[in-house]
């Protein structure tokens, strides 16, 4: 934040955010369009020479602090692009080898290769997290560079440089959005950034200090900070500090586990059109007090995650913030003994159930909704209930709420279209709930639910020519499914590989739906299909976070054919610990698909080498920097768009069909 200051010039200071749910899952995609990647895509299919490839959420432009400048109590920092392609990352290289998190960069415009090992995380949809031996050093051969590979306990100890990378923004999703001032439209054509919530819930009062004390609001009960009318954005206001009063709004880009102490990491965007003397991003830690309610929260002096940052109490800046007391309940709704179903009590994705009240984050209209069960409804199917429901920014309605258990693992609710300011039984009759649209949760700790096929399945994609899927089981955990993109002709020639866990299935009209979560990446995915010739054969699609209905996977999804089988009998499982794969047994003559993902705790990437490395000085890219200016096309770019957005396969071979169809 820039607060005036002496002399009159700007001092950089705060911003914040946290969260009243344990969890961050809420993401929606904010672009409906994907022509971007799928360009990216169509031009690597049909010129890259790469060895391997970036995943598909990865892809885009984001923004890497370059320089801080200590100025004014605070940093100025400058950033460069860096955009992450299907197969490349320049001017870094391109992909040479990839396991995992690690990845191997070759750059081979100079007069000898330049190889570095770099570990990529993806923390939220908006920000990659980096580690690595640094950028001013490279090697000449593949086994130099491995050796520097970081590992998990080596990332965890803070052994390797940091590097933060934000996903960068364009100034018409903000307007779009309503984000700069603007009434928020329903389409974001070209978007990059996704929408995600805020790690807080509702409004508070804070205390505030920062650069040693030398600023400060301790006057508990005037500022205020609030993630209204939006969850996705936080506004502050400072009232009654040290320095004159001034407002400030930020949007939230995620938040992720730290792994120390129960501590959250946050990432923020600086909403102000002036950035020349502040961070136009900022990275902080925060924790909620269990029982009072209250956070704590710190932020870096920069856009690291390092700088002056050690905990969510001790930070550049620090903020303590007390919730604001609610309003009282309506006598119905204080006398209510009304509980949610035993089977819908705990934590899920979106939602925490808790005896008569349930916290959800609705993704369509970004508020959170805390609803209160009023009664459960004995005239209509006893799975809907009255509520009474309350925003984050205290709007107040009556609703009906249908709640369907469809595994143990995966609930599904509807709430009815047309809530009202009083309580009503017309308000669960059916004529509310006239949709098949559901919103879809699964169970945080979830139980084992073993995924709907077994073995290896390979399939053609619709549409495409020379492009095939396959979808394979872990045959020694049934909850394990494998899915990747490759080359028909050449098996190893992998496009896209992802991890499911498998959360739980049912049948719904004739179509099996199974709930996954991603375990390469957070989020949660719905897959539709229906399984035939007594599971020799499968039709499957994708649909959505919300396991979308209406669409016959015989008519819109791929069809897959069983390639090998799992043993019959499987040795037991021991819960917590993971035994290796049993490889699927084959059918008849057909020959078995090379393994999908090669052994996660080879060696190779940490085994330490006898030879002496052989290296060479990276020279940094030199020009004048400019103050929080994005260069325009500063790094280069391989004729793909910049845009990052998520897209479903169909999209993207779709479009490689018609790529294919052309040549």
Not at 562 to 569: D, E, F, G, I, W
Request: proline content about 7%.
């Amino acid at each position: 934040m820039e607060l005036p200051a002496r002399n009159g010039q700007p001092v950089v200071i705060f911003l914040a955010s946290l969260r009243l749910m344990k969890t961050s899952s809420g993401v929606r995609e904010t672009s409906p369009s994907g022509v971007g990647r799928v360009v990216q895509l169509i031009v690597c299919a049909s010129l890259c020479s790469a060895v391997c490839y970036f995943p598909v959420e990865l892809h885009g432009t984001f923004l890497m602090q370059t320089q801080a400048t200590q100025a004014y109590g605070g940093s100025v920092v400058s950033y460069s692009e860096i955009t992450v392609e299907v197969d490349a990352i320049p001017p870094w290289g391109r992909c040479h080898r990839r396991r995992g998190h690690h990845v191997i960069l070759k750059d081979s415009t100079g007069a000898e290769d330049c190889m570095r090992c770099f570990h990529l995380t993806l923390k939220t949809p908006n920000v990659i997290q980096i580690h690595a031996e640094g950028l001013a050093r490279c090697y000449t051969n593949e086994e130099a560079a491995r050796a520097t590979c970081p590992d998990d306990r080596a990332v965890s100890e803070r052994r390797f440089t940091e590097i933060i990378l934000y996903r960068k923004h364009q100034e018409e999703q903000l307007k779009a959005n309503g984000l700069l001032g603007e009434p928020p439209s329903p389409s974001l054509q070209g978007s990059s950034l996704h929408q995600m919530f805020c790690p807080i819930n509702g409004r508070y009062r804070f205390q505030y200090s920062a650069n040693g004390e030398e600023f400060r609001c301790a006057e508990p009960f005037s500022s205020e900070l609030s993630n209204c009318p939006r969850g996705d954005g936080l506004t502050v206001r400072f009232r009654q500090c040290s320095f004159p009063d001034f407002d400030v709004s930020f949007l939230c880009l995620g938040d992720w586990e730290s792994g120390r102490g129960g501590d959250r990491y946050l990432a923020l965007m600086d909403l102000r059109k002036d950035p020349e003397s502040r961070p136009r991003y900022r990275c902080g830690l925060y924790r909620e007090e269990p029982g009072t309610g209250r956070v704590y929260v710190a932020l870096s002096s920069d856009s690291t995650c390092t700088t002056q940052l050690t905990s969510a109490t001790s930070g550049y800046e620090s903020l303590v913030l007390t919730p604001v007391p609610e309003r009282s309940l309506p006598a119905e709704v204080e006398s209510a003994t009304c509980r949610f179903p035993e089977w819908s009590q705990g934590q899920w994705e979106r939602a925490r159930v808790e005896a008569g009240t349930l916290v959800f984050r609705d993704t369509e209209r970004f508020v959170t909704l805390t609803a209160r069960c009023v009664t459960r409804q004995n005239s209509t199917p006893n799975d809907r209930l009255l509520v009474y429901g309350v925003t984050q920014c205290g709007e107040e309605l009556y609703y009906c709420l249908w709640m369907r258990r469809r595994s143990l693992n995966v609930m599904e609710f509807q709430l009815g279209s047309n809530p009202s300011a009083h309580p009503s039984d017309a308000l669960c009759s059916d004529d509310q709930f006239a949709t098949t649209t559901w919103v879809t949760q699964g169970r945080s700790q979830s139980s084992l639910a073993s995924c709907p096929i077994t073995g290896d399945y390979t399939g053609v994609i619709p549409g495409t020519t020379g492009l095939c899927a396959r979808v394979a089981s872990d045959c020694n955990n049934p909850d394990i499914m494998f899915y990747s993109v490759s080359s028909c002709d050449n098996k190893t020639h992998v496009y896209e590989e992802r991890e499911y866990r498998c959360l739980g299935s049912w049948e719904e009209d004739g179509v099996t739906y199974t709930y996954t979560q991603r375990r390469d990446i957070p989020g949660y995915q719905c897959f539709s299909g229906k399984i035939i010739r007594s599971g020799d054969e499968a039709y499957i699609k994708e649909a959505g976070e919300s396991c979308m209905r209406g669409e016959d996977p015989l008519l819109y999804g791929m069809k897959i054919a069983k390639q090998a089988s799992c043993n019959t009998v499987l040795p037991p499982r021991p819960p917590p610990v993971r035994t290796p794969s049993i490889p699927p047994r084959k059918i008849g003559g057909r020959p078995l698909v090379p393994p999908l993902h090669p052994n996660t705790h080879d060696p190779y990437w940490y085994r330490a080498e006898t030879q002496h490395p052989s290296t060479k000085t990276w020279k940094a890219v030199t020009g004048r920097p400019r103050l929080n200016e994005i260069p325009g096309s500063s790094v280069g770019i391989s004729g793909g768009s910049r845009v990052a957005m998520a897209v479903s396969w169909t999209a993207i071979l779709a479009f490689l069909a018609l790529s294919a169809g052309a040549r």
